[in-house]
């Protein structure tokens, strides 16, 4: 698990370029502050239930999921717009291509 000073780092910076194209979401996660992760010494065996229970959570994975909640309304709310401008686009072509189909029927 890489941690916040490998993160930094200019080899990651530009490798998370590279292979992360989405240039919206890339802004959106660098400016997003860093959350330290708190391993366990012993982890959760597969075969042990979790439990649902939101209180039993610690409030750092509370604060985890306010955060992720945060990030998950602002990328729908752009891509909600952003579906709705290429939307409108696609609208405008139809509507030049029929008139032309129309045209080049008349005649």
């Given at each position: 698990m890489l941690c916040y000073?490998?993160?930094?780092s200019p080899q990651y910076d530009?490798?998370?370029k590279k292979y992360f194209h989405n240039e919206n979401l890339y802004k959106l996660i660098?400016?997003?502050p860093f959350i330290?992760?708190?391993?366990d010494?012993?982890?959760i065996s597969v075969h042990e239930p979790l439990s649902q229970d939101q209180s039993s959570m610690p409030s750092s994975t509370q604060c985890d999921e306010a955060?992720?909640?945060e990030i998950v309304k602002r990328l729908s709310e752009k891509f909600k717009k952003d579906m709705q401008a290429e939307v409108t686009r696609?609208?405008?072509?139809?509507a030049v291509s029929e008139k032309r189909f129309e045209m080049t029927s008349r005649i």
């Amino acid at each position: 698990m890489l941690c916040y000073s490998d993160m930094k780092s200019p080899q990651y910076d530009s490798l998370y370029k590279k292979y992360f194209h989405n240039e919206n979401l890339y802004k959106l996660i660098e400016v997003t502050p860093f959350i330290p992760i708190e391993e366990d010494a012993e982890p959760i065996s597969v075969h042990e239930p979790l439990s649902q229970d939101q209180s039993s959570m610690p409030s750092s994975t509370q604060c985890d999921e306010a955060l992720l909640k945060e990030i998950v309304k602002r990328l729908s709310e752009k891509f909600k717009k952003d579906m709705q401008a290429e939307v409108t686009r696609i609208n405008k072509k139809i509507a030049v291509s029929e008139k032309r189909f129309e045209m080049t029927s008349r005649i």
